[in-house]
Protein backbone atom coordinates (compact mmCIF):
# COMPACT_ATOMS: atom_id res chain seq x y z
CA UNK A 1 0.00 0.00 0.00
CA UNK A 2 1.30 3.53 -1.00
CA UNK A 3 1.10 6.47 1.45
CA UNK A 4 1.28 9.33 -0.19
CA UNK A 5 0.59 12.64 1.72
CA UNK A 6 -0.29 13.39 5.60
CA UNK A 7 -2.08 16.06 6.99
CA UNK A 8 -1.07 16.56 10.31
CA UNK A 9 -2.93 19.55 12.74
CA UNK A 10 -0.73 20.70 15.27
CA UNK A 11 -3.13 22.48 17.83
CA UNK A 12 -1.00 23.05 21.49
CA UNK A 13 1.36 20.00 21.48
CA UNK A 14 4.65 20.68 19.22
CA UNK A 15 6.61 17.38 21.04
CA UNK A 16 8.97 15.79 18.26
CA UNK A 17 10.27 12.99 20.61
CA UNK A 18 6.64 11.39 21.57
CA UNK A 19 4.12 13.06 19.85
CA UNK A 20 2.17 9.90 18.46
CA UNK A 21 -0.03 11.38 15.56
CA UNK A 22 3.75 12.97 14.63
CA UNK A 23 5.87 9.94 14.37
CA UNK A 24 2.46 8.28 12.30
CA UNK A 25 2.24 11.03 9.72
CA UNK A 26 6.31 10.92 9.33
CA UNK A 27 5.08 6.89 7.85
CA UNK A 28 3.87 9.07 4.65
CA UNK A 29 6.23 10.11 1.81
CA UNK A 30 5.01 13.78 2.50
CA UNK A 31 3.52 15.75 5.55
CA UNK A 32 2.03 18.88 5.01
CA UNK A 33 2.02 20.68 8.65
CA UNK A 34 -1.02 23.22 10.10
CA UNK A 35 -1.07 24.99 12.71
CA UNK A 36 -4.13 27.57 13.19
CA UNK A 37 -4.14 30.13 15.85
CA UNK A 38 -7.27 29.91 17.49
CA UNK A 39 -7.51 32.65 20.56
CA UNK A 40 -10.53 30.40 22.14
CA UNK A 41 -8.12 27.39 22.63
CA UNK A 42 -5.68 29.45 24.54
CA UNK A 43 -8.31 29.28 28.05
CA UNK A 44 -5.82 27.44 29.69
CA UNK A 45 -2.47 29.01 29.80
CA UNK A 46 -1.68 32.68 29.32
CA UNK A 47 -0.14 33.43 26.15
CA UNK A 48 2.95 36.08 26.96
CA UNK A 49 5.89 37.28 25.03
CA UNK A 50 7.43 33.92 25.12
CA UNK A 51 4.75 31.96 23.83
CA UNK A 52 4.47 34.59 21.46
CA UNK A 53 8.26 34.48 20.46
CA UNK A 54 8.10 30.78 19.56
CA UNK A 55 4.95 30.78 17.36
CA UNK A 56 6.93 33.23 15.15
Not at 5 to 32: C, G, H, M, P, V
Amino acid sequence: MVKKTAILWLRNDFRLKDNKALIEASKYDQLIPIFIWDENLCTEWKVDGASKWWLH
